[in-house]
C-alpha cells in the first residue's frame, strides 16, 4: 500500500510538472500554481479572462473539459482561476493542455 501511493505521487508530480512546463513554453499567459499538498491545480487565466463567465466560456463551452471555478470558493479574486485535477493518466493531462491551448491559440 505504502508503495503505490508513493507511485501515484510520483505521477502526480510528474503530471504537474508537465502541465507547468507545458504552459510556460507554449502558453505562457495561463499561470500554473504551485502544487499544495495536493493533485488538485490552481490555473491562473487572469491574463486573458476578465470574469468567471470568460473562464466558463474557455474552459467549459470551448475545450469541453470540467474543472472547478476559482469563484466558487468564495473569494472575488478567483474568478479567473480555474482547479484542475492531475491524479489521472498523463494521457489525460495531456488532452486538457492540447484543448486549452488549442483553443487560445486559435482565438489570437
Same mark, same amino acid.
Given at each position: ?5 508513493? &507511485?501515484?505521487?510520483?505521477? *502526480?508530480?510528474? /503530471?504537474? =510538472? ?8 507554449? $502558453? ?14 490552481? &490555473?491562473?487565466?487572469?491574463? *486573458?479572462?476578465? /470574469?468567471? =463567465? ?8 470551448? $475545450? ?45
Amino acid at each position: 500500500m505504502v508503495l503505490t501511493a508513493y &507511485l501515484y505521487l510520483g505521477e *502526480i508530480h510528474g /503530471n504537474f =510538472e508537465y502541465l507547468k512546463q507545458r504552459f510556460l513554453r507554449e $502558453c505562457p499567459s495561463v499561470k500554473v500554481t504551485e502544487l499544495e499538498g495536493t493533485y488538485l491545480v490552481w &490555473l491562473d487565466f487572469s491574463q *486573458i479572462c476578465s /470574469n468567471q =463567465e470568460e473562464v466558463i466560456e474557455l474552459i467549459q463551452n470551448k $475545450c469541453k473539459i470540467a474543472m472547478d471555478l476559482g469563484g466558487w470558493f468564495g473569494s472575488e479574486g478567483g474568478n479567473t482561476f480555474a482547479r484542475m485535477n492531475i491524479a489521472t493518466s498523463r494521457e489525460n493531462v495531456k488532452e486538457a493542455c492540447d484543448r486549452i491551448i488549442s483553443a487560445l491559440n486559435s482565438s489570437k
